[in-house]
């Protein structure tokens, strides 16, 4: 059994920066392991996701200023996000799965339990 735990949210103003961690419990080798978001009055969406090799692959929406990265040996997901804008008001998830087709479409067999991100200014 995977646990995942999200940190690293809060208030930022627009134009800054964010690191969210996600950290796991259990053995994640063999998982793709992904952000998502949810924004409030919409649906949750995929932003990135990357395996245990690497190889991140980002929604078209995320490309440019989202960066997924994995620390493998401490068992952390991490997400960086730049330039930071007020539509990046959310609650950001983790999740993993061992197929990628299930991650990107919603179904990660293991999900975290979110952080919020709220940018004002």
């Known amino acids: 059994q995977v646990q995942l735990l999200e940190s690293g949210g809060g208030s930022a103003q627009p134009g800054g920066s964010l690191t969210l961690s996600c950290t796991a419990s259990?053995?994640?080798?063999?998982?793709?392991m992904g952000w998502f978001r949810q924004a409030p009055g919409k649906e949750r969406e995929a932003i990135a996701d990357?395996?245990?090799?690497?190889?991140?692959t980002y929604a078209a929406t995320a490309k440019g200023r989202f960066t997924i990265s994995r620390d493998n040996a401490k068992n952390i997901l991490n997400l960086q996000v730049n330039n930071l804008k007020l539509e990046d008001t959310a609650t950001y998830y983790c999740?993993?799965?061992?197929?990628?087709?299930?991650?990107?479409?919603?179904?990660?067999?293991?999900w975290g339990q979110g952080t919020q991100v709220t940018v004002s200014s």
């Open positions: 259990g053995d994640t080798s063999g998982l793709r």
């Open positions: 999740a993993a799965d061992p197929s990628s087709y299930r991650l990107w479409h919603g179904r990660p067999t293991f």
């Open positions: 990357i395996g245990t090799a690497g190889g991140p």
